[in-house]
């Protein structure tokens, strides 16, 4: 406990120590199968750049490492995110798309042929739930 004191990795490891330690492991998984030196050598570089990251005591450096890592892949997370959800939410509804104006629109399941009206045009259309 006392040699992780002061080192910016204490608290656990942030998003951008996350996907690097992800990403070495699974390069090292597929070197084994395909067995292409370059990436058991890209996955090592990744795990060594990690395991820096968190003895690092230079926290302003390291936040600034995170927080760059976090704005140039926030679309991408975001995009995730909200497949997840809708994938999530498969199981209980439906989700259209409204014919004019393009607004999803989520109905729940089981209901049979219903009519349906778009919040945001106020165009109706029939479709089965």
């Not at 690092?56 to 995730?80: C, D, M, P, V």
Request: aromatic share 16%; proline share 3%; charged share 25%.
């Amino acid at each position: 406990m006392r040699f992780m004191q002061g080192r910016y990795g204490v608290y656990g490891p942030d998003l951008l120590n996350r996907f690097l330690l992800g990403a070495a492991l699974a390069l090292m998984v597929f070197s084994l199968f395909v067995r292409w030196r370059v990436a058991y050598w890209i996955a090592f570089a990744f795990l060594i750049y990690a395991y820096f990251r968190m003895f690092s005591k230079n926290y302003t450096k390291r936040y600034a490492e995170n927080q760059a890592f976090i704005k140039h892949t926030a679309k991408l997370r975001g995009f995730i995110g909200t497949q997840k959800n809708m994938m999530r939410q498969r199981k209980t509804h439906h989700i259209y798309k409204c014919p004019d104006c393009g607004q999803k629109i989520r109905i729940p399941r089981g209901k049979g042929k219903i009519a349906v009206r778009c919040p945001k045009c106020n165009t109706e259309f029939i479709k089965k739930s």
